[in-house]
Every structure is written in structure tokens, then in C-alpha cells.
């Protein structure tokens, strides 16, 4: 009695998982027939492929569903910028730490004996000094140079009118926004959208240092700090070669696109520094 009771509740179940999953089938197939009439309609490639599609349609309604909504998500992903899988955005949503230590966002000047022994360089030409520097860098997730100290002024000349712009650099699906500050020695850079949600408070992805202390035989050290989680070397690279074009060389139509960003606002188009970045010819 026990036995056939059991067997009676597990073929009245059967029955009503079948009747369940039918009635799921069947809605599914005719949400698939609704969207398939609207693919007529909207898509010109549609009669290529209609053989192909109606079959998928007919054989697994939800799988034609499903495909759908995987090629609806890859249309909403953003143009410009990291796609989720490269970046969790969520993390922008929490203000980190600045990158290095608390006087790299200080007003005052970064001093070069918080990086290495001055006595090392105090007899060296400047030719010794810049070798030392590289090498000492090599193996470190930091950018290096050493440039003229003619160069440097005119940069920081440049900075007085124009502290503050902004720099693309290439992404997988497009370009990303990334904003600079000049301060004292230093460039600070965060990613634009960093910059709308945390203000002032936003964590740094790179910082510029440019150390004067040898000035006198004609270089200045520069030192570039990168968060590894948000740029690569070749993209920290890649905005220190943006801002000696902008700020070192007195090209026109740079020169014109800081005015317009600082003097002129409204009438800034990101698209023209996209297409100087493009025009580049290294």
C-alpha cells in the first residue's frame, strides 16, 4: 500500500512537472515566434540567415531566447572605456588610498634624496647620473627619464597657464579619459570617471615626479609612479609622451586645445584630442 502510494505521488508529479515544463515551452516558443517576426522586420540580413535561425527557434525556443538577450548585452556595452570584464567599476565606486606616499599629493616639492643616496651622483656627469637613473629603475613599475632642464622649464611655464587637462589613452573598445594636475614638481593623473564620483578625494593611477636637484648640470630627473590595477607601463608611458607634446613644444593646434579646455570650456571637443593622439607619428 505504502509502495503504491509512493509510485502514485511520483507519477503525479511526473505529470505535473511534464504539464509545468510543457507550459514553459510553450511560452517560450511563443515569445521566440514574436521576436522572430520582429527580426523580419528590423533586420536586413534576416532572409540570409531565416533557415538557420527558425531552426534553432524550433528545436530550443529558450536557447533562441538566450542568444538574444547575450546579443542585446554586447549592444548596451559602453563604446569608450574598460568592458566589465576588464575593469569592475564597482571599485570606483570606493575612494582608495592615494598612490605612494602622503607627500606625493603634497603642495611642496618631492625631494630626490627620498628616492636614492645624493652622494651616489655628487661627482657624475650628467650623462653617469641618467644612466645610474635607468638602471637603478630597470626592474621597478615606475617610468624614467632624464630631460633638459630647458625642456623642464618650459613645461612648468606652460603649467602655470594650463594646470589642469585631459589625456586619452587607447582601450580594447576605444579610449579612456584620464585627467592631470600640475603640483609643485609633480603631475597627478586619475581616470576621469574617477574624478566625477570622488573629486578632489580621487585615487591616483599615476604620478609624475620631476626632480630638480640636478639641474645645475643640465637634466631633471623625472620619475613616474602607476597603480598596476588600473594602467600598464606602456599606457603610463604613453601620457608622459601626451604631456611633453602638450606642454614642451609649442605645437598650434595642442596649445589651442589647452586654451579652449581652460579658457573656453563649453566649446572643447574630447574627439579633437582623440584624433591628435591619433595623428601621432612616432
Not at 588610498?97 to 602622503?102: C, Q, S
Not at 630647458?150 to 602655470?160: I, L
Amino acid at each position: 500500500m505504502a509502495a503504491f502510494s509512493f509510485f502514485s505521488r511520483f507519477l503525479l508529479r511526473s505529470k505535473q512537472f511534464a504539464a509545468i515544463r510543457s507550459f514553459h515551452m510553450s511560452s517560450a516558443r511563443e515569445r521566440s515566434e514574436k521576436v522572430l517576426e520582429e527580426l523580419k522586420g528590423k533586420n536586413p540580413y534576416f532572409e540570409k540567415y531565416a533557415s538557420k535561425i527558425a531552426a534553432v527557434q524550433q528545436n530550443s525556443p529558450e536557447e533562441f531566447l538566450s542568444r538574444l538577450d547575450n546579443v542585446d548585452k554586447e549592444k548596451k556595452k559602453p563604446k569608450f572605456g574598460l568592458s566589465e570584464v576588464q575593469r569592475d567599476y564597482s571599485e570606483l565606486l570606493q575612494p582608495k588610498a592615494p598612490l605612494g606616499t602622503e607627500s606625493s599629493r603634497d603642495i611642496t616639492h618631492r625631494k630626490l634624496s627620498d628616492v636614492m643616496r645624493l652622494e651616489l651622483i655628487e661627482d657624475k656627469s650628467a650623462d653617469d647620473i641618467k644612466h645610474l637613473w635607468l638602471e637603478y629603475h630597470r626592474d621597478k613599475d615606475v617610468i624614467t627619464a632624464a630631460i633638459p632642464v630647458d625642456q623642464f622649464n618650459q613645461m612648468m611655464e606652460c603649467a602655470k597657464q594650463y594646470p589642469v587637462f585631459i589625456l586619452p589613452i587607447p582601450r580594447s573598445e576605444g579610449y579612456e579619459f584620464i585627467m592631470l594636475q600640475f603640483a609643485a614638481n609633480t603631475i597627478h593623473f586619475t581616470p576621469l570617471l574617477n574624478y566625477q564620483v570622488h573629486k578632489e578625494n580621487a585615487p591616483e593611477c599615476l604620478n609624475i615626479t620631476m626632480f630638480t636637484e640636478c639641474s645645475d648640470k643640465g637634466i631633471i630627473l623625472m620619475r613616474g609612479e602607476y597603480d598596476t590595477k588600473v594602467i600598464n607601463a606602456q599606457e603610463a608611458q604613453c601620457l608622459a609622451n601626451q604631456v611633453q607634446l602638450y606642454y614642451c613644444q609649442k605645437n598650434v593646434s595642442k596649445l589651442h586645445l589647452l586654451e579652449t579646455f581652460t579658457r573656453h570650456p563649453d566649446k572643447f571637443k574630447h574627439m579633437d584630442i582623440i584624433e591628435e593622439l591619433n595623428n601621432l607619428k612616432i
